[in-house]
């Protein structure tokens, strides 16, 4: 082997908007046979939009915007950032919350107007024992099933309603996964948001295994949990709670568009945030390390 070669390799990927770390990333692209990737914001866009909310009987649905929204603008989660653009626009100007509290792969909580406000997954809000009606139950579960995300906003003891937000797939990631098969890799399709949305996704981008809801400290542990089945492990993600899983794989790609921990924590960034120059970067470096053999 020449470092030379090994140069031009990483080099000629520099061109491609793929940044390779170090000459001994190419030789990890050799054993990968399991690519997990994080759903939102690598295989979806991450830019999400509110397009509905729908207050449980007896709750006024502006109630629901301007309380929600108030507590979600403090936060900076995609579906928090949808929710809040999405209420303000309906409502007008949000109150400033009392108090804020963020509660990582789970939700929001504070006080907003005087009442103890929570928007997030559902199971937060059972954990207080605020619970939807049967009919909302259902219209969230078709929300699920179309692959759209829903979160629950109660305050003052009680689920008050749902708020829906839609994420795009990505126009490359079908494609993308294809090309990531061919090379013999098997797509797992990882997230914090539940089943059927993951489901839904999956099934829209050709992903037929999923791992879904998985707090963002326990991603890492599914990478682990794959290696510990004999698997050897590539990770793609974008989001600083991909970061201890991108260094736990035995390569770890970074989207160029997500963040700068995620991209430190990583062996190669996929510049242009296309899902495709994933396998580009594989073959590129499987190619780089048979021409030095
Ligand atoms: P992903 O793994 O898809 O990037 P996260 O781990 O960040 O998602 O979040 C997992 C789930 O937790 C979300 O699908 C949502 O139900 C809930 N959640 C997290 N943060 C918020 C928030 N700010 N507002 C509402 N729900 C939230
Ligand atoms: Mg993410």
Redo the contacts with the bound molecule.
Sequence with gaps: ATPTALLVGTGRGAQTGILIKGPEVLESTRKVDTIVL????TVTTGRMSLVDAIAEQGTDRTDLLRLAGAL?HS?E?P??QA?AKGAAAEVGELPTPEDFA???????QGVVDGHAVV???ES?LADWSQHLSSELVARKLAEEQAGR?V?VAGWDGAARGILVVADTVKPTSAQAISELKALGLTPVL?????EAVARQIGAEVGIDKVIAE???KDKVDVVAGLQGEGKVVAMVGD?V?DAPALAQADLGLAMGTGTDVAIEASDITLVRGDLRSAGDAIRLSRKTLATIK
């Design positions: 994080d759903k939102t914001g979600e936060s989660h579906i928090a929710v963020n509660l990582e792969g789970k939700g929001v928007v997030g997954r937060l995300t979160v990882l997230t914090g948001d539940n998985v707090l963002p989001g709670n």
